[in-house]
């Protein structure tokens, strides 16, 4: 079955202590990203990547760290997560967002993350 | 950067009952997708649609890219259906999809 797995779905953790938010895909989608979703601000994007080694900042990449060493693999790194960072997470995958090959995004299960 | 307006924001229906919701852009997209986000925080696919129509049972969708909208319908709505809707899109080169501000619809018995 064609997914996006992102893990952990939940997690509870202290201010400072680094965390890493896993998301693989299985569908050899050259185009990742992570996106954040808080109340009254909607989703919004933290980081993407074109392919491997390729990564660039989204709207909101302070306070976060990604890399794409592999084409199914794309971590979230928070190095010295702080309360503000509360939020839902979600990984998207996609062929190709625009031009000929434009194709539908996938979207993980959705990570939520307290920082207390 | 591009606007994305739905409508209305939020819309009450009973079970059975149909609705019609609206996704305005400002600019031209190449890529436009509806998404249904559950009561658990998921967001599921409904469609990919930069124009034309499409259907899959009781939701339909149909942009009219020229005229920068699109529409889902939901037909004979299920409890099930509750939740947020979104549409997103997707311009140019742009590396991101812009998300709508998204109708909160419930359906009650």
């Known amino acids: 079955e064609a997914q996006v797995t992102q893990n952990p779905r939940y997690l509870i953790t202290v201010t400072g202590k680094k965390l890493t938010v896993t998301c693989s895909q299985n569908m050899n989608h050259e185009y990742m990203s992570w996106y954040r979703q808080d109340p009254g601000l909607g989703l919004r994007q933290i980081y993407y990547?074109?392919?491997?080694?390729?990564?660039d900042k989204g709207d909101v990449p302070e306070g976060y760290k990604v890399s794409r060493k592999e084409k199914r693999n794309f971590p979230l790194i928070l190095e010295s997560p702080s309360p503000n960072q509360t939020s839902l997470y979600f990984c998207a995958s996609s062929l190709s967002l625009w031009g000929p090959q434009a194709t539908e995004a996938f979207f993980g299960q959705g990570t939520r993350l307290t920082v207390v | 950067g591009i606007q994305v307006e739905q409508s209305p924001p939020d819309l009450i229906l009973q079970e059975g009952a149909n609705s019609t919701l609206r996704c305005n852009f400002s600019?031209?997209?190449?890529?436009l997708q509806w998404f249904h986000q559950n009561p658990w925080g998921q967001l599921i696919n409904l469609f990919y649609?930069?124009?034309g129509t499409k259907q899959n049972g009781r939701l339909s969708a149909t942009t009219v890219a020229t005229e920068r909208y699109s529409l889902l319908y939901i037909s004979s709505s299920q409890t099930t259906d509750s939740g947020v809707y979104f549409c997103a899109v997707c311009t140019g080169t742009a590396s991101k999809l812009t998300f709508g501000t998204g109708t909160r619809l419930q359906v009650t018995l």
């Open positions: 600019d031209s997209v190449n890529n």
């Open positions: 649609i930069p124009s």
């Open positions: 990547s074109m392919n491997v080694e390729v990564t």
